[in-house]
């Protein structure tokens, strides 16, 4: 029995060691959880919680100020999200913020973050206990991965007909098979390199030449220097292009009037037009001209014959008098 | 008949044992609530049980919470998560690890202790001569040592997980440069009631079976030192066979009721 007292001692302290142990860890877990804390409860709805658990983290600015208390599904677009928000942090939180979904990193449990929001007229309140706040939803890590799996499956089909290619171009085939692996093609290629850089050569010495030309030019003396240099020059082809549009206009002019006249003819009825559409007139026009041409050549004779009249010889005489008198004087 | 069959008498046998033990449990609750109560070999067998085994649950949650960051730490490192570890590592040890490890460490220890000593004092006539004097021997020597190591063992065990964190984070405070702060509020981040209370739920049925046994292997021991050596070593066997069925108990009725 005489040892009883110090075993008794010793027990009591491991007894209690442990419980206390067991009670801070029990503390510490709860207060995690706002268990012990002044808290309150606000909701907000979501249509989509992407695997959010009860005991998830709330934040605010990147600070954890509760858990997820509940999740209940309302209907089949709408789940209700309750959080525990320590009180100290409502006081902080304005009634226009809005909750968010996201992941704890890449492959981290989901938290739920408090974002300011943009209604103004709700900035000023802060947020009361059992408030509803609006939610938003971000891409979510899943969708963020089907993105990323379109996008490996482009990039698996890019390197395949990437590795077409290069096979193709390894094997010689295709243009740039054939240029990389046909000696033949790459001697020609040399070939024409080789011309190439010869035609180089010559354009440059006949750049050269022309540039020795264009310097011997004289500006003053030469056409092609008065043209560029001289400005009465330059006035006088001003003018000269002037008087040629203006020619060109009247030109035009008198094409129009002249269309307009053989249309006039073409569908007039005078005499000109009775002339090119009647062929049998021509005739008579012909006949009617011999007939002129037989007559004058008769009056002629006629005045001949009156020259060498006695009643008439005096006139012609005193013409031709005045005629070899006004010749002298212009003489 | 059932001689000619082995398998058959195993079976028999089997099933008689698992009577038996569960006769001496219901005598056990009977008793339990029955005066007198022998308070003072009831904190005996705590001292014993408690306190005498705490170097042993100590060092053994020690190593096991070092050896377990060490040779977790490589592969998370690879996989870039080593920022996890104290999740990991904390998890793990309060829900399972931990529990079992110690609990069967505290088989070999109490179990065999139990029926060792049990099974001696049944082969020298200790419990007839109790009986003779009037005391009820099941009631000072059983109810007594089941009582205490249903009561110790959750509290070793809630010392060997703090042992063992402690350990892990001093792995990680040497390798990781991270503080001790900061582990343990990574650790107390990760843990949650559902890692710690089912966990020491099941500590106290892990102490009542190891008490269990070894009492029924000792109290019911054969005559002779080998039946002392016998119920020992048969305690520890079925104590850690039984410890296991009841962590699969427990999980299963965990996800049960947590999801």
Known sequence: MKNSNPQNLKLGI?????????????????????????????????????????????????VNVGTVQNIRILNDTSIAVSMRIDDRTMKLVRKNSLATISSDGLVGS??????????????SKPLQPGDTIASISKIATADMLTTLSTTN?????????????????????????????????????????????????????????VNVILDEVSYKESVAGVLLSDTIAARQIEGIISNLEISALQISDVTTNL??????????????????????AVEQLDATLKNIEEATRKFDENMEALQHNILLRGYFKKQARIKAREETQMD | MAENFPMATNVKSFFTEIGSLSRFAGR????????????????????????????????????????????????????GASSWIPSM?????????????????????????IGAELGSMKVTEQIDAMEVSGTNPFKF???????????????????????????????????GQV???????????????????????????????????????????????????????????????????IDFIAVFLTELIYG
Request: glycine letters at 10%.
């Open chain 1, 14 to 62: 491991f007894v209690i060691l442990g419980i206390a142990i067991f009670v801070a860890a029990v503390y510490f877990i709860g207060n995690r959880q706002n268990l012990f804390g002044d808290s309150s409860v606000i909701t907000s709805v979501f249509k989509d919680v992407n695997g959010l658990q009860r005991g998830n983290n709330v934040r605010f600015a990147g």
């Open chain 1, 110 to 123: 989901m938290i739920v973050n408090l974002l300011p929001g943009e209604n103004d007229s709700l900035a």
């Open chain 1, 153 to 209: 499956e482009n990039a698996a089909l890019l390197t395949a007909d990437l590795l077409k290619i290069t096979n193709s171009i390894n094997e010689g085939k295709g243009t740039i098979g054939v240029l990389i692996k046909d000696e033949e093609m790459a001697n020609n290629f040399k070939q024409s390199i080789e011309g190439l850089r010869q035609s180089t050569s010559t354009i440059s010495r006949m750049v050269n030449r």
């Open chain 1, 259 to 280: 269309q307009q006249f053989s249309y006039d003819i073409r569908q007039g009825e005078g005499a000109l037009d009775y002339i090119l559409n009647n062929p049998g």
């Open chain 2, 28 to 79: 056990f609750f009977k008793q339990l609530f029955s005066r007198p109560f022998e308070f003072r070999e009831f904190l005996r067998q705590c001292y014993q049980m408690g306190n005498k085994s705490l170097l042993l649950v100590g060092i053994t949650g020690f190593i096991l919470g070092l050896v377990f960051t060490l040779q977790s730490r490589p592969t998370l490192e690879e996989f």
């Open chain 2, 89 to 113: 590592i904390s998890i793990s040890i309060v829900r399972e690890i931990g529990p079992v490890i110690i609990a069967l460490i505290c088989a070999g220890r109490i179990g065999s202790s």
């Open chain 2, 141 to 175: 020597l059983v109810v007594t040592r089941i009582l205490a190591a249903t009561l110790m063992l959750p509290l070793l065990i809630i010392f060997g997980d703090f042992v063992a964190l402690i350990g892990s984070a001093l792995v990680e405070n040497i390798k």
């Open chain 2, 179 to 245: 503080s001790f702060l900061l582990y343990f509020n990574q650790v107390f981040d990760a843990l949650g009631f559902r890692d710690l209370l089912p966990a020491t739920g099941k500590s106290f049925f892990f102490g009542f079976a190891i008490g269990l046994v070894g009492c029924f292997k000792g109290y019911n021991s054969s005559k002779g030192t080998a039946g002392v050596g016998r119920a020992a070593n048969s305690a520890v066997v079925y104590t850690s066979m039984l410890l296991f069925i």
